[in-house]
Every structure is written in C-alpha cells, then in structure tokens.
C-alpha cells in the first residue's frame, strides 16, 4: 500500500505555520545570547513546514518504496545481506547507552566500555589475531585504518622506503582508494584464470619497496586463495605485511583464521559478517585487528583492562593518530555483539559451512543457463558471466532488472572487473531452501525469456515504482537539491 | 545439525543440497582450505544465549553505566529527539537495505538523502551537499583533503588554534597520506587570529583556511574579511560549523566559505556514548565535482515520473579505485533519515526555538556560576551560543567541581585544564537543572 497522497518530497507537504517540534517552554530568566547581527543568519533556513502526522505518513509510504533484507531475498554479491536479527535492535535500548555522554567519567559507563571491550576480545577469536580496534566506522575506514597502522610499523622501524602497496586486479574499490589515502602508491597483481592470485607475478613485485599486499579471502570471485601459505611467506621474506579485506569473513566461519593464514592487520564488517543492518548505506562499522608485535600501533582512543578489572579509556603513546572523534558506531557493537552472544560458539561455526553450501547450491542449479566462468566448489558467492546465450542480446542488467519484478533484489553486477558481464552472487546463510528454489526458477525463466522474448526482459522492470530513471541526464545537468529542482521546473 | 532460529536447514536440506552439488560432505566444499589452515579446536566464545538471558547479559551492563544530566558538549550535545524518529527509523525497509545501487527499488532511501541534501545546503547557504559521512571529524578531514585536491601544487592548510584539538588530531592523522602540512593558527582570547590567517597567507602554498563556528571553547566568531583574504590568496575557507546552530548564525555560504562541513549529531541525534553520529559536507558548485562520497541526483524515469538516483558516480572508489576522490564507499545511512527528519520536524522555527533555549540555558548557568565567586567566565568579551570556559578559582579545582558534580548523578562540563572547564546546555537541561549545579558549586 503505497498513498500517493504522502509521496512528494517533504517541502511540497510544507504549509505555512505548521508546528512539528515538542520543544519544551521553560524560562531560564536570562537575557540568553546577544549576539550581533553580523553573527546571525540574515533570512530563516528553507526547512519544511509540517506537523507530525504529515512527517509520519510521509517518511512510512517512503519506506514502502524501498527493498529491504527484510521484504526479501537480497543476495547482492560481496555485501553478504544476511537477515539482520531483531534481539539485536533490542539490546541496544536494553544496553542503557543512549544518554552517555562520550566524554562521561570511566566509572559511570562501565557497562558501555565492558561491550566495547568484549566485542573486540570476541572479534580477537574469530579473526585469529592478538588485539582489535573498534573505532573505524565502516569497511573502507578499517582499510585505511589498518594502512596506516602498516605505516606506522614501518616508520618505527626507519624503513620508509616502502612507498607501495600491492591489491589484485579482482580487489574491492576501496582497497587501492584507502591505500592511495593513506599515501601509497598502487602495484596491480594479475589474477589467474582461475580466479586466484598469480603467485609468480606477486612475486616478481614483491622488493623493498612494498609496504604491504591486500587481498581477501575468499577472493571477490568466491574462490579460495589455496597458496595462502606460499604468498604469506613470500611476503614477510620481502618485510612486507598481509592485509586481509574482511568483506569476505562469512564464509570462514567456523573453518578458519586470517591470523592462521599469516595476515599481520584485518578488518572486519560487523553490517555484514556480524549481521547488522546496512541501514541504507551506514552506520556500519569496521574494526582493525592486528598480530601481536602491531597492538601498539592502533588508533586512539584504546578501551583499556585496569589492574582492578575497571576499564578506562586511554591514550597510547605509540599510536599511529586519532580516527574519530569518540569509540566510533557505538550501537553497531551492540548488535554485533548480542549476535555472536545469540548464536554461541557452536552456531557460529556453521555459519561460514551453510552460506557456503547455499552459494553452491545456487550456482549447481543455474549454471546450465548462465555462464560460470570459474568452475566450483566456490565459497560463499560465485560470479556468472552473464546468460550462456550470447545471441539474445539480454544483458546482465536486464537480468538484474528482471528480477525485481519477482521480489528478488538482484545480484551485485558488473564487479568484479575481471568479465564483462559480471552477476556476483551471494545467498548467505539465512537463507531457507524454499527461499533458494524460489529464486532459482525465477532465474531459469528469465533466462528462458531471454531466448524466446528478449524484449520483455530488455524492458523490465514493469511492476516497481519506477523504471528506466534516466541516469545520464542526472549526470549531465545535476539537480541534487530541492532548489534545483525547482528552478529546473520553472 | 540442528536448526538455529537464523539457520534454517535441517539436516535433510543439507543432505539433499549437498547431493545436488555432488559433494558428500560440508567439508567436502572446503577441500581447497589445507588442512595446517583450518581451525583445530572451536571458538574459544561463550555458548548461545536464549532471548531471556541475553537480555538479562544486556540489562546487567545497563545497570553499570549511570546516566547524568548533561552539561558537556565538546562536539556532543544532549538534545531532545522527537519520538517519530525512532519509529520511523525502526523500519526494516529503511533500516535492512543497502546503499541504493537499484534505483527500482530504493526511491525511499534514495528520496531521503535527496531531502537531506536539500536541507543541508539550505543550512549552510551552499550548492551542493553529499549523501553524509561518517562523523564531523572524518567529514572535516575530507575537505581538506578536497581542498588541496583542488587546489593543484599547494599542500599546506591553516588551522585555527579555536578548534577542537581532537578534530585537529584526526586532520593532522588524514594529512600524513597525502603529505599535507598543517599549520595551527593563533587564537588569542578565544578567536582565530585574522592578522596570524594573512601572516600564514603568506606562505603561498596554502590550500585551505580551516575554522569552526562555534569554535572549541563555544565562542561564535566574526569571520568578516576572512573569505576574501582566503580568495586573494587562492586559498579555501572551509568552515567547520555544528549543524543545529546553522539555524541561527550566519551560515559558511554568508560567509563566503567554499566548504562546508561538521557534526550534525546536535540535530536530536542520541549521545549513544559517542556514536553513531553524522558529518556533513557541503561545497559551492565549482567544487561539485572534487565531492567525496555519494550524492543522489533527480532525474526522470522512461514514463516520466519524478526519480532519484544515485549521481556523478564518475569520483568514487568503485569506478575510479586509487583516482578516486576518497574510499568511502558508504554514508551514514540511518542518521541522514534522522536529520531529515528532524528538520522537517522542526523546521526553522524550531530550529531557532531550541537554539535560544540551548543559549538561553548556557547564559544563565554562566550568569549564576560567575555569581557563585567561585569561577569566571574566560572570555567574558567574546560572544557565545549554547557553550562556554569557566576558569575556576583557586584553590578549587576543575577536578573537584566536576567530582562534587558527578555525586549528584550531574556531568558538569569537559576538563580543559586543572583549572578550567569547558560548560555546556541545552533544552534539556531545566531551570532546575540549572539550579541544582549553581547550588552545588556554591557549596564547594
């Protein structure tokens, strides 16, 4: 039900004179601010006029327009849209936190810092690593967290040579970006045919002038990296560190360690490994673990264990700088928390073996009808290169667009690089068989319409709210404001 | 295998699943994991917990933390947040999608960072606003990082001594990267020192002014002269501004700032012990396309209705990787819905209602502390909103005020120095609030 009523932007709503606050009217008995006019704005801000119910109705028929992992089956590749459990909303009002003040006194938050530290003892578990930092905000924020906790070890050792990082040309986007952000310059290593690093080609890169390889693992086409072993040592030989990219965690839990692997510094995404919302686009969070020997160098500020069991917040003498201004998302750690809590020791462990065993599955059923560039087993996601009948002309966005009219939101497309009709997929562990059936025969007769109609899929979506939106012309003459969409309709 | 609530399959879904693929066991799929790689023993973590006890683990944590009435900011101000917020921010819809790559099916998110962009650049007089990042000071270290971008050869940026040295922390981390030099500027009695701007003007290779209004220690400053000094000398003004006291003050595009940017958790955001929260950035036209991070555009779809979708794609990280203009790959999702919708909520007269409240609160208990004859306003000259200095008088300490404070449940401001605190408030605090703090100190 969606009420067109509600649908315009919020300032088309607005009316002259309508009230929406619930300010308070208390009399302080002072003369408040005089402040000159040359401080003060010369006209009142363009905001809406509008009372509650009308801001309700609005943002509610909003929501209506949008997919969520809760409406359905969202298996965008990489981004691991597992189902976003609702104890943990929950817990974060159980958690007493929502009137802290960051800059509290350690003793009356020892509830919130006991969390912070318990996540990060539990995350030290999970990645197989000596110590963690909760404080960077989102995936891409670890990366380069965790760059310059590499070039702070460096530079402690007056090794300042090493001006370059090596990424595989199958790496996320944000793995050269945070490494150009934190002053590197980019070495591309070519991946195989099969998907994985070209070992001998790391190898000819690898000098003194490497400061640290990223790669992730599973790599971004769902293929295990099985010379771990072999590259790991290649790297330390050359006084190098291992980056792993934690997007791809979900499917090693329960069968292994990045630390195991020989990574120095990793990061994790609790909105994805760990099951918290992605909230259309944040708040996530991204915290950095390190092997013993790099604890020293993580960001301020560290949550520290006293000598009488309290913790307190400290800053480090040896720490790289300052990320944030405070701990960082502190309510995500909540949820990541009351997760692993939810499902114990023994449940987490088949977490990474079912996301696992559902990608193939997936992949086994479809791969007749899609291309599968990279044969199996894959782990948690796979990659087909677009629909085995080229003739049709069906792209992979048709594809992707067709199935929004099922109710399936469609795979990551067009990543990772490495095919050109790249539909990344990943169902993750919440997923029920029925649900993955569904999806299945959803896929065939797309494919099966690509051969005997193309135009229908070609056309698609029909039943979504919009379709086609004309994303050229938003490029050409941006209208990124209210104001501009005004003027342009005048 | 059992079921878990999360995990769906049954073993017989296993079986059979595992049958399709040609596999005989789980293990069977990880025959490329060596065996010196896998786990040898389970995770050392605790076992599962039921509803009821995890919310009985949840509630014994709550009753270690104490909340206080609040008189600190420091970047963090405790306002009220209006109830439909969180109501409508529990919407799955909202809440369990991801960043808005299907037009399709993402007009709600997409409609919303629209409007908050929208009323981002109406608050801070500027052209164009981004979809949000992560807090005011990351968003601070992108503008600069922006600014020299933009600037072409000239890598030295000057920042006012007046801000927030922990936001100068994360510049000064931000700057290592790109080889940025950061120079602080004078501050004198509070407020950015214009004659110490023209002196580090001089340098010629300065690619950014950095100021905060209000700045560190509360106080508003007049920046007249300031954008054309910059100008002159090719460099930016980028001003670093709390988004709630945009409803009042002179806004950055009034003061002919090229950069906008800062911490929008003043708009009724929860303290949540320091996040999440949300930055803000904003710039003028001519630097629309240096813009880190996402930004949605309208546009129209094949039938012609009205759509938004995600724009300018060419800057980020996915299309560009190293030559992108940043990582960030997200934005703060959730919180830009929060500050739409308490924007729409409040709209400008409740805008400029909560900031006299917060101003008139702050001057009293100002007022009534210097009454006391036990502290001083610091910068008794110097014009302020809703924070201040107190500079407490021997042989009281800061220490001992904040401490006699805190046993009567009240946070009674940020310790800047033995002897100086940095004071706060807000609607939040009552006239009895007030008060009671002033009757306190009183007794010390």
Redesign the interface.
């Known amino acids: 039900m969606n009420n067109k009523l509600y649908q315009p932007l919020i300032f088309e709503l607005s009316h002259s004179g309508r009230r929406g606050d619930g300010l308070p009217d208390y009399n302080y008995g002072s003369a408040g601010a005089a402040l000159p006019s040359a401080l003060l704005r010369s006209r009142a801000p363009e905001l809406p006029e509008t009372d509650e119910p009308t801001v309700v109705r609005h943002y509610t028929n909003s929501s209506n327009n949008n997919f969520g992992v809760d409406t359905g089956f969202y298996p965008l590749g990489s981004c691991t849209m597992k189902y976003n459990p609702k104890v943990n909303e929950a817990m974060v009002g159980r958690a007493g936190v929502s009137d802290l003040h960051p800059a509290q006194p350690a003793a009356t938050v020892q509830g919130a810092l006991r969390i912070y530290r318990t996540l990060e003892k539990y995350l030290a578990e999970v990645g197989g690593m000596a110590e963690f930092t909760l404080n960077p905000f989102a995936g891409a924020h670890g990366e380069y967290t965790g760059l310059m906790v590499i070039r702070a070890y460096h530079e402690s050792r007056g090794d300042e040579a090493r001006r370059k990082v090596i990424v595989p040309d199958s790496a996320h986007g944000t793995n050269p970006a945070s490494a150009a952000m934190a002053g590197y310059d980019i070495v591309e290593v070519r991946s195989l045919p099969d998907g994985t690093v070209d070992v001998s080609d790391l190898r000819g890169k690898l000098d003194s002038s490497i400061a640290a390889v990223m790669m992730t693992n599973p790599n971004t086409v769902g293929m295990f990296e099985r010379n771990i072993p072999e590259i790991a040592e290649a790297v330390h030989a050359a006084g190098a560190l291992l980056y792993y990219d934690g997007a791809n965690l979900n499917p090693l839990l329960g069968v292994a360690r990045p630390g195991d692997m020989g990574f120095d510094v990793m990061h994790i995404n609790l909105h994805k490994t760990f099951s918290t919302p992605h909230g259309g686009g944040g708040p996530g969070a991204g915290p950095v673990g390190v092997r013993a020997g790099l604890e020293k160098f993580l960001p301020d500020p560290r949550v520290v264990e006293k000598a009488d069991g309290s913790l307190d917040v400290e800053f480090g003498e040896t720490a790289f700088g300052r990320i944030s201004s405070w701990l960082g998302n502190f309510t995500v750690y909540i949820k990541a928390l009351a997760y692993i809590l939810t499902l114990g020791a023994e449940n987490l462990a088949k977490v990474g073996p079912l996301a696992t065993l559902n990608a193939n599955y997936v992949m086994n059923s479809l791969k007749d009808l899609f291309e599968l560039p990279i044969p199996g087993p894959c782990k948690h996601e796979f990659v087909f290169d677009g629909l085995r009948d080229k003739s049709t002309g069906v792209t992979t966005l048709n594809v992707a667009k067709a199935l929004l009219d099922y109710g399936f939101h469609a795979p990551t497309i067009y990543f990772p690089l490495l095919f050109h009709e790249s539909l990344m997929i990943e169902p993750t562990e919440t997923e029920s068989p029925e649900t993955l059936d569904a999806f299945i025969a959803v896929m065939r007769r797309i494919a099966e319409d690509a051969s005997n109609d193309p135009d229908k899929v070609k056309n698609a979506p029909y039943s979504t709210p919009i379709s086609h939106p004309d994303e050229d012309e938003a490029a050409l003459s941006p209208v990124i404001k209210y104001a501009d969409l005004c003027s342009s309709t005048d | 295998?059992n079921a878990?609530r999360?995990?769906?399959?049954t073993p017989e879904?296993?079986d059979?699943?595992?049958a399709?693929?040609?596999?005989a066991s789980?293990?069977?799929?990880?025959?490329?994991?060596?065996t010196?790689?896998?786990?040898k023993q389970?995770?050392?973590?605790?076992?599962?917990?039921s509803?009821p006890e995890?919310?009985r683990?949840?509630?014994?944590?709550?009753?270690?933390?104490?909340?206080?009435t609040?008189f600190?900011g420091?970047?963090?101000y405790?306002h009220?947040t209006?109830?439909?917020i969180p109501?409508?921010l529990?919407?799955?819809?909202?809440?369990?999608?991801?960043?808005?790559?299907?037009?399709?099916?993402?007009?709600?998110?997409l409609?919303?960072i629209?409007?908050y962009?929208?009323?981002m650049?109406?608050?801070t007089g500027m052209d164009?606003?981004n979809?949000?990042m992560?807090?005011?000071?990351?968003a601070t270290a992108e503008a600069m990082?922006m600014a020299v971008a933009a600037a072409r050869r000239r890598n030295r940026v000057l920042v006012s001594a007046a801000l927030n040295p922990?936001?100068v922390?994360?510049l000064?981390?931000?700057a290592?990267?790109?080889?940025i030099i950061v120079d602080t500027v004078d501050a004198p009695g509070g407020v950015t020192s214009p004659v110490a701007v023209a002196e580090g003007l001089k340098a010629e290779d300065v690619a950014a002014v950095i100021v905060a209004s209000p700045n560190f220690y509360g106080i508003?400053e007049?920046f007249?002269g300031l954008a054309d000094m910059c100008h002159a000398s090719k460099a930016l003004l980028v001003m670093n501004c709390h988004a709630s006291t945009?409803?009042?003050?002179?806004?950055p595009g009034?003061w002919g700032a090229d950069i906008a940017c800062g911490?929008a958790q003043s708009l009724g955001m929860?303290?949540?012990?320091?996040?999440?929260?949300l930055g803000y950035l904003c710039c003028t036209k001519a630097l629309?396309r240096k813009m880190p991070g996402?930004?949605?555009?309208?546009?129209?779809?094949?039938?012609g209705?009205r759509?938004?979708?995600l724009?300018?794609?060419?800057r980020?990280?996915?299309?560009?990787?190293?030559?992108?203009t940043?990582?960030?790959?997200?934005?703060?999702?959730?919180?830009?819905?929060h500050a739409?919708?308490y924007?729409?909520?409040?709209?400008?007269?409740?805008?400029?209602?909560?900031n006299?409240?917060s101003?008139?609160?702050?001057?009293?208990l100002a007022?009534k502390l210097a009454d006391t004859g036990k502290m001083t306003l610091r910068y008794p000259q110097a014009?302020?909103?809703n924070e201040f200095v107190m500079d407490v008088k021997a042989p009281l300490t800061a220490d001992a005020v904040?401490d006699a404070l805190?046993r009567e449940n009240i946070?009674g401001g940020?310790r800047l120095s033995d002897s100086s605190l940095l004071i706060a408030a807000t609607?939040m605090c009552?006239?009895a609030d007030?008060d009671r703090y002033v009757s306190i100190v009183k007794s010390l």
């Open positions: 295998m878990h999360y995990l769906p399959h879904d296993i059979r699943m595992l399709h693929c040609g596999a789980l293990d069977d799929l990880y025959a490329d994991v060596l010196q790689l896998r786990m389970p995770y050392a973590l605790p076992d599962a917990m509803e995890l919310d683990y949840f509630a014994a944590l709550a009753a270690q933390n104490r909340p206080m609040i600190a420091a970047g963090a405790w009220y209006p109830a439909a109501a409508i529990s919407r799955s819809e909202f809440a369990t999608a991801y960043t808005p790559y299907q037009p399709e099916i993402s007009q709600g998110t409609q919303y629209f409007e962009q929208s009323m650049c109406s608050l164009v606003s979809a949000s992560y807090d005011g000071f990351t990082i922990a936001l922390d994360v000064r981390t931000y290592k990267g790109p080889g508003v007049d007249t945009l409803g009042v003050l002179r806004s009034e911490e929860p303290l949540n012990y320091g996040g999440p929260y629309m996402r930004i949605v555009g309208a546009t129209k779809d094949a039938q209705r759509s938004f979708v724009t300018l794609q060419a980020e990280q996915h299309i560009r990787r190293q030559k992108a940043s990582n960030i790959c997200s934005n703060q999702g959730m919180m830009t819905l739409a919708m924007l729409s909520l409040m709209g400008a007269k409740g805008l400029e209602k909560v006299r409240l101003a008139d609160a702050a001057h009293a007022g014009p302020f909103l904040l805190a946070l940020v609607e009552s006239p007030i």
